[in-house]
Structure formats: C-alpha cells, structure tokens
C-alpha cells in the first residue's frame, strides 16, 4: 500500500473532522504535496455537502419492515433462478450430446452410403471397362491378322509379279498354260490390261 492509498483510508474521517490533531497534521501535509489526494477530497467534501443539503424525507414506519422482506424476496428469486440454471445445465448437455450423436451417426450414414454407391457402382464400371479391352486384348490379334495377312498373301504377290511383266514381255513359253505352275489368281481392271497397280493394305 502506496502512501495515497495510506492517507485515502483518512480521508472520510478528516472530511467530518473526526481525526486526531496529529494524524489530521499528517493528512494535510500529504495533500499539500499530493494534487490526486487533494482534488479525490475536494470531491468528497463536495458530495458530502449536497448529501447535507438534500431535504429531510420522513419515511413511513413500516418502511424498514417493507424493505426487508423485499430484500428476501429479491435473495430468494435469486437463489431459485440460479438452481433453475443448474438444473437445466445437465439437460442442455444432454441434448447437445443428443444433436452431436445425430450430426456424427448422419455423417457415417452419408460416408457409408457413398462407400455402398463406389463399391456398387465399381464392379459393373470395371467389368465394363475390362471386357472390351479383354476382348480386344484376346480378339484383336486374330483379327488383325486376318485383315492384314489375308491380303498381302493372296492379292499383293499376285499383284507384285504381275507388275513386273507386260503383256509384251511374256516369254512365249508361257503363252501356253504351265500346268505345273499355279495360275495366277484373275485380276479385275486395270490390273488385266498390264497397268501398274499401287497395292496398299490400308
Ligand atoms: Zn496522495
């Protein structure tokens, strides 16, 4: 405790003048030297002289009866509102526990029903998607090969040897027809009259 919270302990007593000569010495030399503590009584004894000058009311004799029993009254409302509020603390946690339960139990349901879709919706997708390419994987060679081959074996040689040799140029050896050779197969067009022929697969 600072010395002006000391003398402030004083002050009400110096302001009725109910301090000895010496500790009233003490007070006033501190607010010689102290402005806080001499405006703080400055104030005091301003307070004190319009509570002095407020007019006398006479209260009624039941006055104090009256204010007592509202004073019970007030401690009393007081007292059961304060045990409302606890009582009411464990049901509100209740049902917030109640509302956690249902935001939590909901979430799993709505994590489960998304799993349920991915795993329901997964196997038809994949099955899907692996069959062609199973297929394709199994069925495509075959095919290709069969569209590739089919040609350059049965129509490109044919074609090939045919380019070479001009109505003109064949050897009169083979004017006859060589049985012992296999006949080229017939070609259509172009191809009958001697022109080149431009064989492509594709
Ligand atoms: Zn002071």
């Known amino acids: 405790m600072n010395t002006c919270e000391r003398f402030s302990e004083l002050f009400s007593d110096y302001i009725e003048n109910f301090l000895p000569a010496s500790s009233k010495q ?4 501190h607010l010689s030297a102290c402005a806080d503590c001499h ?4 104030r005091l004894d301003d307070l004190r002289s319009h509570l002095k000058s407020l007019k006398h009311i006479q209260a ?3 006055f104090e009866a009256i204010l007592r029993a509202r004073i019970k009254l007030d401690q009393r409302a007081r007292r059961s509102s304060v045990s409302a509020k606890r009582r009411t603390r464990p049901m ?5 526990s109640v509302i956690a339960a249902v935001i939590v139990m909901s ?10 879709d991915i795993q329901a919706a997964t196997p038809a997708s994949t ?20 569209k590739i081959l089919y040609p350059l074996d049965r129509i490109a040689p044919t074609q090939l040897s045919h380019q070479t040799r ?12 060589d049985t012992s050779q296999p006949a080229p197969l017939p070609l259509r067009g172009a191809a009958q009259q001697g022109q080149f022929i431009t064989v492509s697969s594709f």
């Open 60 to 62: 009624s004799d039941d």
């Open 107 to 116: 979430f799993g349901y709505l994590l489960w029903r998304t799993e349920t």
């Open 166 to 177: 001009k109505p003109q140029d064949v050897p009169s050896t083979s004017a006859m027809p």
């Open 127 to 146: 099955s899907q998607m692996q069959t062609p390419v199973a297929a394709s994987l199994t069925l495509n060679p075959a095919s290709f090969s069969a």
């Open 26 to 29: 003490q007070v006033e030399s």
């Open 39 to 42: 405006d703080t009584v400055a």
């Open 92 to 96: 509100r946690m209740a049902s917030y």
